[in-house]
């Protein structure tokens, strides 16, 4: 995922959502029914795919009301997605974090502020130098008040940059749990190089840009 050939080689194969061959499949996957993810011990579940899982899990992890968030696949046609099935564009899945929350605390619609707030808004299949459909920008909505929330948000966004905004909007079907070895990868592998170089000073801007929703071991 971080190396850099194989990040331009992913780019050029399938940067536009990996061709027409599953283009009717993930049409499917758009027009479904949301599902709803009921409360479990009063804590609710959102979904996002921003980019590279590393990333956004420690984003969302230095929120206040934030639990856990653990790195996964969402938003493809295929069953049983796994890291390298989805490297290569075909699943139609993108790496998502699910992000389990007290919304006594903080609520949706910050999440997604905090989502649109921790990102190029405006780039296309991917985050930083990470390219390809499988780091594409998505909000789930498993119900039509998230939906309008989100629909909103990225409308105010648009008109505020006067521009494109490049994350799509699906119904959520499916999380797909990834490999353990990604899970809290960026607080495990601190000198990992594409740790040190994209995720931390990623991090570090969101941090910038939102002190009054960080944990209060976060704000330094």
Not at 115 to 143: A, C, E, L, M
Request: with cysteine.
């Amino acid at each position: 995922m971080k190396k850099l050939l194989y990040i331009l080689s992913i780019s050029l194969l399938f940067s536009c959502h990996n061709s027409a061959q599953v283009s009717e499949k993930q049409k499917a996957v758009i027009e479904a029914e949301p599902v709803e993810v009921p409360l479990q011990d009063g804590k609710a579940r959102a979904y996002f795919a921003s980019g590279c899982f590393w990333c956004v899990e420690a984003i969302y992890e230095s929120i206040k009301g934030v639990e856990e968030v653990i790195s996964g696949y969402s938003g493809g046609h295929t069953e049983n997605p796994t890291y390298e099935s989805s490297n290569t564009g075909k699943t139609g899945h993108a790496e998502a974090v699910e992000v389990i929350y007290d919304p006594e605390v903080i609520s949706f619609s910050s999440l997604v502020d905090v989502y649109f707030g921790s990102q190029n808004p405006t780039q296309v299949n991917g985050q930083g130098p990470d390219n390809g459909s499988q780091y594409r920008s998505i909000i789930f909505y498993q119900n039509d008040e998230q939906k309008k929330i989100i629909e909103d948000k990225k409308a105010a966004l648009a008109k505020e940059l006067d521009a494109t905004i490049a994350a799509e909007i699906y119904p959520f079907q499916k999380f797909w749990e990834a490999e353990a070895y990604h899970q809290n990868y960026e607080r495990l592998h601190p000198n990992q190089s594409y740790i040190r170089n994209v995720s931390v000073p990623r991090l570090n801007k969101f941090k910038a840009k939102f002190p009054e929703l960080l944990k209060e071991d976060e704000k330094h």
